[in-house]
């Protein structure tokens, strides 16, 4: 990372920093790129893309549909108007 592309950053994120800190804070962030560097080497093509490292049994619940009996009971907590469940303001 050159120094206009640090000064760059630094006024995107809108951090001013001491020298101290922003020899660390370079430091810091040429390590993380370097690493990255080092990931983008590494050769994938024969590895199988997966969405969960380890096999996970899928125990999932059957749904099933029953009544409430007691609605009254189940409003009782929420605020209503005519019937309807009032939210918060979003």
């Known amino acids: ?8 950053l630094l006024r995107i994120c809108r951090i001013k920093l001491q020298d101290a800190e922003r020899e660390k804070i370079k430091k ?4 993380v ?3 990255f560097d080092t990931i983008q080497q590494i050769d994938t093509g024969n590895i199988a893309e997966q969405y969960h490292p380890i096999p996970i049994d899928q ?3 059957q749904d099933s ?3 409430f009996e007691d609605v009254d009971l189940l409003l009782a907590n929420s605020r209503t ?9 979003i």
């Open 28 to 31: 810091d962030i040429e390590s």
């Open 59 to 61: 125990r999932l619940r």
């Open 81 to 89: 108007h005519r019937f309807y469940v009032v939210g918060p303001k």
């Open 1 to 8: 990372m050159n120094e206009q592309e640090f000064e760059r």
């Open 65 to 67: 549909e029953s009544a």
């Open 33 to 35: 790129l370097d690493y």
